[in-house]
């Protein structure tokens, strides 16, 4: 179990568990609107967190005025996790530790990842033993179950356009499920 946060507490800066990202695995990015539409946020929110920070698009970052963001999948799934703790009333400040924390793992494995927060703190939990540990000390009083977060976004980004990395081609209901078969293959082997 591992945290980031103002408090004190065990842990500090680690690397999520996995290998190292696959560079060609991302070949669809979101745009903004799409992106926001998936996340459950505002365009508002979505060009704040960017410019702070916060959630960079991966893929694309804007230019100047008449660029488009293209965010990744993974980008999204981080967007819609901010957005559940912003609602939870979880401060911005701890919500920023966690992602720069996700973000120096490479945001391996995320859908196996529960993060849980007390309001002050958000822990990393890979395992329900490490859940229940947590909960038996005290500490968390929030959980966000990385994983449903992941196919809410996949089955979000389904009924929405993509567009090609390469070619800039959009694509009608991309389904990124693609993806995730792909990560689930490559673990059973």
């Not at 290998?19 to 799409?34: H, I, L, M, N």
């Not at 991966?58 to 609602?87: E, M």
């Not at 992941?150 to 567009?163: I, M, P, T, Y």
Request: overall charge neutral.
């Amino acid at each position: 179990m591992r945290s980031s946060g103002d408090s004190t507490a065990a842990g500090g800066p680690y690397p999520l568990h996995g290998s190292a990202p696959d560079p060609g695995a991302e070949t669809v990015g979101y745009r903004g609107p799409t992106a926001c539409a998936a996340a459950g946020i505002t365009y508002r929110q979505l060009d704040y967190w960017a410019r702070t920070g916060l959630v960079e698009p991966s893929v694309r970052p804007a230019y100047g005025s008449g660029t488009q963001r293209l965010y990744s999948f993974r980008d999204v799934v981080v967007l819609k996790i901010v957005k559940r703790f912003l609602d939870t009333g979880v401060a911005l400040q701890n919500i920023r530790a966690a992602v720069q924390h996700l973000r120096a793992g490479g945001f391996q494995d995320l859908d196996r990842v529960t993060l849980m927060s007390d309001g002050a703190t958000v822990y990393e939990c890979s395992s329900p033993d490490e859940v229940v540990s947590l909960l038996q000390g005290g500490q968390g009083v929030f959980g966000i179950a990385v994983g449903v977060v992941w196919r809410d976004v996949e089955a979000a980004l389904s009924q929405l356009h993509g567009e090609r990395i390469d070619t800039g081609e959009t694509l009608i209901g991309n389904n990124p499920a693609d993806e995730l078969a792909r990560r689930r293959r490559d673990r059973a082997v």
